[in-house]
C-alpha cells in the first residue's frame, strides 16, 4: 500500500523518503532523516537574552557587497502610514488627540546597504505620549536621524483637524474637518517646517453667472449659474506662531464660500447669495489666497493648487501659484491634481 509514500532503491528494505512535506510530521525519526527535525510548536517561554539579540542576522547593516542593483545614494526611504495617537495643541489653549499618519524617510548613502526601519518607529513612541505635535516632529526627527546615521531627514504627519463652525444666519453649530499635515525636513544641515492644508469651497463660474443674468433679463427666462466643490490645497513655510485655525482663517478669508455643515432653509438661501456675490474662475481663487498669504508677515514662501471639479464640463479647471524656492518644481506626479478630488 503506497500511503503517499515513495520507495528507495538506495535503502534498506522497509525505509522510505518522504516527498510529501505534511507527512513528515506522521514518520518515526528514521524515516525522514533527510528532513532537519523542528519544533513545531511555538514556544511562549523563550526569551531572548542581550548574547542571542547580538547574534541575530542584520542584513540591512551588512557591508556593501550585499546591495542590490546600482550602489546609487537613495535620497528617501523609510515608513509611510505609521499612525498612532499625537496631542496636537489648540489657539485657545486647549488640546486635542488626533489619529494622525505617519510618513519618516531619512537619506541612504550609495555604500549602505539600507536602514533600520523600525527605529523611526521606536522613535515616536518615545515622545508620542509626553509631548505636543510640534515636539514630536522635532525630537523624532532628530532622534532618527542620529540613530539611522544620515544626512537628511523628512517627517510628515497627517491627520484630520477638527473645528466647529457656525451656519451663515440660522446659529446652528456643526464640526468641519480640515486635512492638514505639518512636514519638516531636514536637508542638508537646513530645517524647513512647512504646513499643507485642504480647504473645499464653491465656486459659482463668473461667466455662468453673466449668462444666467443675461437669460433673466432679455427674455425673462430663468437660469441658473453653474457652481461646484472645489479644493485649494494651501502648502506654506511658516513661522513658529502660526496656529493651524489662523491658517484656517486666512483661507476663509481669501475665499469666503467655504462649504457648509449645518444647513436650514434660510442658510442655504444666504448661501446662494455668498456664491453670488463671490463668483470666482479657477484663477480668480489662486490669487484670492495669494493676497491673504502674502499679507501675513509669518509666511514666507507658499504653494496653491486649486481644483475646481466642474459640473459644466466632464473636466476640471486647475492652477497652481508658487511664492518662493521652496515649493518650486519642473513636474508633477501624474495623478497630482486627482488628489483634491473630495468625497462627499
Same mark, same amino acid.
Given at each position: 500500500?503506497?500511503?503517499?509514500?515513495?520507495?528507495?532503491p538506495?535503502?534498506?528494505?522497509?525505509?522510505?523518503?518522504?516527498?510529501?512535506?505534511?507527512?513528515?510530521?506522521?514518520?518515526?525519526?528514521?524515516?525522514?532523516?533527510?528532513?532537519?527535525?523542528?519544533s513545531?510548536?511555538?514556544?511562549?517561554?523563550f526569551?531572548?537574552?542581550?548574547?542571542?539579540?547580538?547574534?541575530l542576522?542584520?542584513?540591512?547593516?551588512?557591508?556593501?557587497?550585499?546591495?542590490?542593483?546600482?550602489?546609487?545614494?537613495?535620497?528617501?526611504?523609510?515608513?509611510?502610514?505609521?499612525?498612532?495617537?499625537?496631542?496636537?495643541?489648540?489657539?485657545?489653549?486647549?488640546e486635542?488627540v488626533?489619529?494622525?499618519?505617519?510618513?519618516?524617510?531619512?537619506?541612504?548613502?550609495?555604500?549602505?546597504?539600507?536602514?533600520?526601519?523600525?527605529?523611526?518607529?521606536?522613535?515616536?513612541?518615545?515622545?508620542?505620549?509626553?509631548?505636543?505635535s510640534?515636539?514630536?516632529? *522635532?525630537h !523624532?526627527? +532628530?532622534?532618527?536621524?542620529q540613530? @539611522?546615521? %544620515?544626512?537628511?531627514a523628512?517627517i510628515?504627519? #497627517?491627520?484630520?483637524?477638527?473645528?466647529q463652525?457656525?451656519?451663515?444666519?440660522?446659529?446652528?453649530?456643526?464640526?468641519?474637518?480640515?486635512?492638514?499635515?505639518?512636514?519638516?525636513?531636514d536637508?542638508?544641515?537646513?530645517?524647513?517646517?512647512?504646513?499643507?492644508?485642504?480647504?473645499?469651497?464653491?465656486?459659482?463660474?463668473?461667466?455662468?453667472?453673466?449668462l444666467?443674468?443675461?437669460?433673466?433679463?432679455?427674455?425673462?427666462?430663468?437660469?441658473?449659474?453653474?457652481?461646484?466643490?472645489?479644493?485649494?490645497?494651501?502648502?506654506?513655510?511658516?513661522?513658529e506662531?502660526?496656529?493651524?485655525?489662523?491658517?484656517?482663517?486666512?483661507?476663509?478669508?481669501?475665499?469666503?464660500?467655504?462649504?457648509?455643515?449645518?444647513?436650514?432653509?434660510?442658510?442655504?438661501?444666504?448661501?446662494?447669495?455668498?456664491?453670488a456675490?463671490?463668483?470666482?474662475?479657477v *484663477?480668480? !481663487?489662486? +490669487?484670492?489666497?495669494?493676497?491673504? @498669504?502674502? %499679507?501675513?508677515?509669518?509666511?514666507r514662501?507658499? #504653494?496653491?493648487?486649486?481644483?475646481?471639479?466642474?459640473?459644466?464640463?466632464?473636466?476640471?479647471?486647475?492652477s497652481?501659484l508658487?511664492?518662493?524656492?521652496?515649493?518650486d518644481?519642473?513636474?508633477?506626479?501624474?495623478?497630482?491634481?486627482?488628489?483634491?478630488i473630495k468625497?462627499?
Amino acid at each position: 500500500m503506497s500511503m503517499g509514500l515513495e520507495l528507495s532503491p538506495h535503502r534498506e528494505q522497509g525505509e522510505t523518503t518522504v516527498n510529501v512535506p505534511g507527512a513528515v510530521a506522521t514518520q518515526k525519526p528514521e524515516q525522514h532523516r533527510d528532513y532537519p527535525i523542528f519544533s513545531r510548536k511555538y514556544d511562549a517561554s523563550f526569551a531572548a537574552d542581550a548574547a542571542y539579540r547580538s547574534g541575530l542576522p542584520d542584513l540591512q547593516n551588512g557591508p556593501a557587497s550585499l546591495i542590490v542593483g546600482a550602489q546609487a545614494p537613495i535620497q528617501h526611504v523609510g515608513i509611510s502610514n505609521f499612525r498612532l495617537p499625537i496631542r496636537h495643541l489648540l489657539r485657545n489653549g486647549g488640546e486635542v488627540v488626533l489619529e494622525t499618519s505617519i510618513t519618516g524617510t531619512v537619506s541612504l548613502s550609495a555604500e549602505k546597504k539600507g536602514i533600520n526601519m523600525s527605529r523611526i518607529m521606536r522613535s515616536f513612541y518615545v515622545h508620542a505620549e509626553k509631548s505636543t505635535s510640534l515636539e514630536v516632529i *522635532e525630537h !523624532a526627527l +532628530r532622534d532618527y536621524k542620529q540613530d @539611522l546615521e %544620515s544626512f537628511d531627514a523628512r517627517i510628515q504627519m #497627517r491627520f484630520s483637524f477638527p473645528l466647529q463652525t457656525r451656519s451663515l444666519r440660522s446659529g446652528l453649530t456643526g464640526w468641519q474637518y480640515y486635512d492638514v499635515a505639518l512636514e519638516l525636513v531636514d536637508l542638508r544641515g537646513q530645517r524647513k517646517k512647512m504646513v499643507h492644508l485642504d480647504y473645499v469651497y464653491s465656486s459659482t463660474c463668473p461667466c455662468s453667472l453673466e449668462l444666467s443674468e443675461h437669460a433673466r433679463q432679455t427674455r425673462g427666462q430663468l437660469a441658473t449659474p453653474h457652481s461646484q466643490r472645489s479644493t485649494a490645497r494651501l502648502s506654506i513655510l511658516a513661522g513658529e506662531d502660526l496656529w493651524i485655525e489662523d491658517f484656517i482663517d486666512l483661507a476663509r478669508l481669501a475665499v469666503p464660500t467655504e462649504t457648509q455643515v449645518m444647513v436650514k432653509r434660510e442658510d442655504e438661501q444666504a448661501f446662494a447669495e455668498l456664491n453670488a456675490a463671490n463668483p470666482l474662475f479657477v *484663477e480668480d !481663487a489662486a +490669487r484670492s489666497f495669494c493676497a491673504a @498669504l502674502q %499679507s501675513d508677515h509669518r509666511i514666507r514662501d507658499f #504653494r496653491i493648487v486649486a481644483s475646481h471639479q466642474e459640473s459644466l464640463h466632464s473636466h476640471d479647471a486647475v492652477s497652481i501659484l508658487t511664492r518662493g524656492a521652496t515649493f518650486d518644481q519642473a513636474s508633477l506626479d501624474p495623478k497630482f491634481f486627482s488628489t483634491l478630488i473630495k468625497a462627499a
